[in-house]
């Protein structure tokens, strides 16, 4: 199983440009999350998905927009980029409910967005 | 413990020592609680979990410490490794909506193994 994939894992944008981050999961997992880390910060959640075709928004969520069309896919969307969303992107997933995996989560490897 | 503003606290070990590291957590309604390593460049991995009807949980050399009274958490490191050098970060099952709760995060803490 390859996990939690993130593409792409670098990019570059100008302020007002707009990109989608892609996260693939292949363990069927039901939660799938977007979090962004600043440096010396912790993980702050931006959006969240409880099962496929739903989405809630977390801590951070202006300026984002998500979609989960497909259950093994989540989409984080930045339609105009800010420089104030320069930050290393996390996706991870999770199973839903107890007992069959409790709360872990499960994280991609990243994506490193600057914003100019 | 947990970092205030840009810098994270640092706790530097001698390698073969063991390491602690503590978090408090801020939700008395938190049921689950979770630590992960976070290497440079990498995402976050899980390390070990407890839930609240416990108050020690043990890993393969780790060991976490739940003292609900006064909102704290512990990671326990023995015998610490060259490989064990990342950030720490504890996680709460914050309020409780429904379900599968998102995590909420500390800020983490850096571990520096010294040779």
């Known amino acids: 199983n390859a996990g939690v994939t993130q593409t792409p894992k670098f990019r570059v944008l100008k302020t007002g440009q707009s990109m989608t981050l892609l996260c693939a999961q292949d363990m069927n997992h039901e939660y799938m999350y977007w979090y962004r880390q600043d440096p010396g910060m912790g993980l702050r959640l931006i959006h969240y998905s409880v099962g496929e075709g739903t989405t809630a928004k977390g801590e951070v969520p202006d300026g984002y927009n998500v979609s989960r069309l497909k259950k093994q896919n989540f989409l984080l969307g930045l339609e105009s980029a800010a420089p104030s969303q320069t930050s290393v992107y996390f996706c991870a997933s999770s199973y839903s409910e107890e007992p069959s995996g409790g709360y872990e989560q499960y994280f991609g490897p990243g994506t490193r967005l600057t914003v100019t | 413990g947990e970092s205030v503003g840009l810098h994270l606290p640092t706790l530097s070990v001698q390698e073969g020592d063991n390491s602690i590291i503590n978090c408090a957590y801020s939700?008395?309604?938190?049921?689950?609680f979770i630590w992960y390593k976070q290497e440079s460049g990498k995402g976050p991995q899980f390390i070990i979990d407890i839930r609240s009807n416990m108050d020690k949980r043990q890993g393969q050399r780790v060991t976490v410490l739940l003292n609900k009274t006064v909102k704290h958490l512990s990671l326990q490191i023995a015998a610490t490794q060259p490989g064990d050098s990342a950030v720490y970060f504890c996680a709460e099952n914050g309020a409780r909506y429904s379900g599968n709760t998102p995590l909420v995060f500390g800020k983490g803490t850096r571990l520096s193994v010294i040779a």
């Open positions: 939700n008395s309604a938190s049921d689950y």
